[in-house]
């Protein structure tokens, strides 16, 4: 079995250094020691793995545009459901609040394209004005198509969280800088690792893998194409730490439990029809703890989350959720990741003494089953980025 010959936790350094949403590139990640042991593990890999025959598949891109499905998950509430496989580049979902005499939209998407194609879908529904426009993080992929929206309705008020008025014009600016710069050579990269067969882990490529790179491929096709006609339109509402709002019979909370996957995470709480939209808090199939998020506090703000009532759980990426379980799970994940890293810096391991002692085994089984490509993405999410931002924290206090 290939998943046999794998290191338990390892990291892709190729991955690591493209990521898109998760933020700045891992200096750790890049030191020369650390890049020579992953090509090394790769290497040892193919020795004992070897490349199996499989026919050559061109490396089609779809488009990644109406690649959603709306579901109603309450009287007048609908979450778009992006269906694209994850990998470092997808859409998020929304959510379509439709009130008495207006609307209210969580999250706006990747790209201008994919904005349209949404607000259409809207208008299909209703013919009411979009009034409010809530962005979970400034995260590209949650803010981008906020100027389709000012387009479309331009009384549009856009809320987040107040720091995003500093930190989207800064970190977030210099993020989407690197996608743009690194994002062709990553395409090419993912193409030729298609042409070959070859996974990025080395390996034989699955199906899997297939469809989530092709994905990729498009998705980032479109960005540097939409690239130049991007304007970043930032809040025009900021919240600190609670903003309800009443529409009829209807209460909106959206509210701030504390720094997790960005500082600047909102959550959307609908108590009456019992939904939670979490941003990415919650992100499926496997948690996303980039270099923007702080895995100390992340695991008591998973917490939080867990108290308010709620059946349906609209996460930032993957589908509606209709029990608690992946959060809960999500929490524990969170507080091992936090309390091992902590004990490692106590102990006073470096970053790389503190990967291999920081155990996540029974986690990455849980969370990634038979899957290779979910193990790459709890590879470069959880035991890459995600311990690089917990020594961090550890070692600042
Ligand atoms: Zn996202």
Redesign the pocket.
């Known amino acids: 079995m290939i998943e046999d010959l794998l290191p338990p936790d390892y990291t892709l350094p190729n991955l690591i250094q493209l990521r898109f949403?998760s933020g700045k590139l891992d200096r750790g990640l890049q030191r020369k020691g650390e890049s020579l042991m992953m090509k090394k593990i790769v290497f040892l890999l193919l020795l004992f793995v070897g490349i199996r025959n499989v026919s050559p598949v061109a490396a089609q891109p779809q488009s990644p545009a109406s690649n959603f499905e709306i579901q109603k998950l309450a009287e007048g509430v609908y979450a778009a459901i992006r269906k694209q496989p994850p990998l470092m580049s997808f859409d998020?979902n929304n959510v379509f609040i439709i009130n008495d005499d207006d609307v209210i939209v969580v999250d706006a998407n990747a790209s201008l394209a994919a904005t349209k194609e949404l607000i259409a879908e809207l208008r299909k529904l209703t013919n009411k004005p979009v009034k409010y426009v809530i962005n979970t993080h400034w995260?590209d992929?949650?803010i981008i198509g906020n100027q389709a929206y000012r387009d479309a309705f331009p009384q549009v008020e856009f809320i987040a969280h107040a720091s995003t008025l500093q930190d989207r014009p800064t970190i977030g600016e210099a993020n989407r800088q690197q996608m743009l710069t690194g994002g062709k050579g990553y395409a090419e990269h993912l193409r030729k690792q298609l042409e070959q067969n070859k996974s990025l882990a080395g390996t034989p490529i699955t199906e899997e893998e297939r469809i989530n790179y092709r994905s990729d491929v498009a998705w980032l096709e479109r960005a540097l194409t939409e690239a130049l006609s991007i304007k970043i339109i930032l809040p025009t509402l900021t919240v600190e730490d609670r903003l309800t709002l009443h529409r009829g019979t209807r209460t909106i909370e959206i509210r701030y439990l504390g720094r997790g996957h960005t500082g600047a995470d909102l959550i959307v709480h609908l108590p009456k029809e019992g939904i939670l939209i979490t941003g990415?808090l919650v992100?499926w199939p496997v948690p996303?703890v980039g270099s923007t998020s702080f895995p100390a506090a992340y695991s008591a703000t998973m917490d939080k989350l867990l108290t308010l009532p709620a059946n349906i759980f609209v996460p930032?990426?993957g589908p509606v959720l209709r029990d608690n379980e992946y959060l809960k799970l999500m929490s524990r994940l969170l507080t091992s990741l936090k309390d091992q890293t902590a004990a490692a810096v106590a102990r006073g391991e470096t970053l790389e003494q503190a990967r291999k002692s920081v155990n996540l085994t029974e986690f990455r089984k849980l969370f990634t089953g038979d899957s290779m490509m979910r193990r790459i993405l709890f590879g470069d999410y959880v035991s890459g980025a995600g311990v690089a931002a917990a020594y961090r924290e550890a070692t600042a206090k």
Do not use: E, K, Q, Y
């Open positions: 949403f998020p995260h992929d949650h990415d992100v996303l930032g990426h």
